[in-house]
């Protein structure tokens, strides 16, 4: 079993590494750092591991296997969703920038691009053992019903409208824990955030990355307390003509602490988050409470071309399924 982390993506290695896996016929799952290192619509994609935020079969896979191969994997909260790590010792062969471990013995000395080069080039036998991926690859069609939007079918939406043009970046909270499930077509098509130490970055990261890759159009995942922090960085994208997609999660506060604990102090003032492109006197904005709204205002978003920004109403205390399998761990767990 192959994990790729975040140092692969860093160094460019998501090539190598999946030539490496077709020759060997090893499963591949990321990180959410390294979410889209390879195409995940590739049948040797299992899926994101993160913890008990992974998908089921994802979590197992990884966590039992008989040899996990890990390439530059940061074992940080974000990877292991705040639990401890599940791997043995034993089972693991882990190469990062600060050296190799294999077993209960680490080698500093050992460059992790050396490395990594030398394995990807080694005459491996291709095994027999195939692990089937759980990953629905097909675009499935989002037929709005007469209902209030959920954050569920917000992903499905979004979903639904992916393909190798559009990248996806996603704000911390449960705009990233739901983008756990998004179906990447393309390879670097995904940019996460290392959590709370960097709450904010979704709105200027669709600023990079539009500049970085002119043909990639933006899919900005973002909370209101996170828009709050940086939805200046629009009148940037304005002026450069740029034309992301934002969905605000408006929840009207933090939800993810909601669950670990409630409070007033997770609620934060409401905004028209919408009218922001009155202010910066470009793109377009508008609200949506319903799934057929939601329908409309997408559909139209992605034959305009210029900046849109959508206000999603959430119940408060709506979560992703990922977030869901999370705190439900946690709670198990406490």
């Known amino acids: 079993m192959i994990l790729a982390g975040v140092q692969a993506a ?5 090539n190598q590494l999946l030539k490496f896996a077709e020759r060997t016929n090893i499963p591949v799952a990321t990180t959410l750092l390294s979410k889209s290192v390879i195409s995940e619509k590739h049948p040797l994609f299992l899926g994101v591991y993160a913890g008990g935020a992974s998908q089921t079969g994802v979590q197992k896979a990884v966590e039992e296997s008989d040899c996990l191969l890990m390439f530059g994997a ?10 401890p790590s599940r791997f043995k010792k034993r089972n693991c062969v882990n190469c990062a920038v600060e050296g190799i471990k294999v077993k209960n013995h680490t080698y500093t000395e ?3 691009s050396e490395f990594c080069e030398a394995l990807f ?8 053992r195939f692990i089937k991926s759980e ?3 097909t675009r499935n069609l989002f037929k709005p019903e007469d209902k209030e939007i959920s954050v569920s079918r917000l992903f499905e939406k979004i979903n639904s409208i992916l393909n190798e043009n559009i990248g996806v970046i996603a704000d911390v909270g449960d705009s990233l824990f739901g983008a756990i499930d998004l ?4 390879k670097a098509s995904f940019v996460a955030c290392a959590f709370y130490t960097s709450m904010g970055n979704a709105i200027p990261g669709a600023l990079g990355m539009q500049l970085a890759q002119p043909h990639m159009r933006p899919i900005v995942l973002v909370g209101d307390g996170a828009f709050q922090m940086s939805c200046t960085e629009l009148a940037t994208i304005v002026e450069r003509q740029q034309n992301p997609i934002v969905f605000v999660l408006n929840n009207k506060g933090y939800t993810t602490e909601r669950y670990l604990l409630d409070g007033k102090f997770n609620d934060i003032s409401s905004w028209d988050y919408h009218k922001i492109v009155g202010m ?10 319903n799934e057929r709204e939601l329908e ?6 992605l034959k305009r071309d210029k900046l849109t920004v959508i206000n999603v109403m959430l119940d408060s205390m709506d979560i992703s399924p990922a977030l869901k399998r999370m705190t439900e761990g946690l709670s198990a767990r406490v």
Do not use: W
């Open 280 to 289: 910066i006197n470009g793109g377009y904005g508008c609200v949506v409470r």
């Open 110 to 112: 050992v460059q992790f």
């Open 10 to 14: 860093r160094f460019n290695l998501g």
């Open 135 to 137: 990953i629905d690859t």
């Open 296 to 301: 409309v205002e997408v559909e139209a978003a």
């Open 121 to 128: 080039k080694s005459d491996l036998p291709k095994k027999e």
């Open 183 to 186: 179906v990447m077509h393309d």
């Open 74 to 83: 940061l074992l940080t909260d974000m990877t292991l969703t705040f639990m």
